[in-house]
């Protein structure tokens, strides 16, 4: 009986340790938040976040911003501040130094070409072309070659003043296609590139230089060989 009752006792003691053993908690991979183990925090993003895409228009550019385009019979008053220059200028459809732009210089005026032969009008992308004479009709561009890089040149049109900065000359052979290609180039001296900005040529005759060089192959128009121009930038625009 006593060997019964002491295996009894001892079944009874190891069901409660067992039962003691099972309600422990257990031990796992628990992150110090809560969050399983397997649950894998989620990978940073390497892409940035959506903004808006930027815009190609030109901040600030409106149509009342954009000059306009100059037309046949307009004009414009050139000032050239560092040679005492200040004449009327007009624009026509032709070539520069043509007959209807002889014919404007030989009035003491200025002549701007414009056209599929020309320039363009003030402040467009481009090559605005200035003609005049040298040494006849006043000779209103006889200094034309003492500019030199960082002198301006100032084109009064429609309400605005376009200011455009020297930087650099050609040395025009007038009578040469390819020579000639350099000055009416939407780049000035570069034919076939595509104008990004506003430019301006300021064009007059090398005729004392020709002559002394003994070049005196002058056409029906009396243009001789060569040619003198200086070649600008647009820096500024400005209210008259």
């Known amino acids: 009986m006593i060997l019964l009752a002491m295996v009894a006792v001892t079944g009874l003691l190891f069901g409660l340790y067992l039962q003691f053993i099972d309600d422990l908690p ?8 809560g969050g399983s183990a397997s649950e894998a925090p989620a990978a940073p993003s390497d892409s940035p976040s959506a903004t808006a895409a930027p815009s190609d228009e030109p901040s600030g550019d409106t ?14 008053v050139i000032r050239i501040p560092k040679i005492g220059v200040k ?3 007009v624009f026509y459809n032709g070539g520069p130094d043509d007959r209807p732009g002889t014919r404007i210089q030989d009035t003491g005026r200025l002549a701007a070409s414009l056209g599929s ?3 363009v009008g003030p402040g467009e992308i481009g090559n605005l072309i200035i003609t005049g004479h040298r040494i006849s009709h006043g000779g209103p561009l006889r200094k034309v070659p003492e500019l030199r890089k960082g002198d ?3 084109v009064s049109y429609a309400g605005k003043v376009y200011d455009y900065e020297i930087t650099g000359s050609l040395w025009i052979d007038f009578h040469d296609p390819e020579s000639y290609a350099l000055q009416v180039a939407p780049v000035p001296g570069h034919p076939g590139r595509k104008a990004t900005k506003p430019m301006i040529t300021v064009s007059t005759c090398a005729t004392p230089e020709d002559i002394a060089a003994g070049l005196t192959d002058f056409d029906e128009l009396g243009n001789p060989p060569h040619r003198i121009d200086k070649i600008g930038v647009l820096v500024d625009v400005r209210s008259t």
Not at 27 to 33: K, L, T, V, Y
Not at 63 to 76: H, M, N, Q, S, T
Request: hydrophobic letters at 25%; aromatic letters at 0%; a positive charge.
């Open 26 to 33: 257990t031990r796992n991979s628990a992150s110090p938040g």
């Open 63 to 76: 149509l009342a911003d954009r000059p306009p385009p100059a037309e046949v019979g307009d004009r414009a």
């Open 87 to 89: 004449r009327t200028t």
């Open 117 to 119: 032969k020309g320039g």
């Open 152 to 154: 301006h040149v100032l």
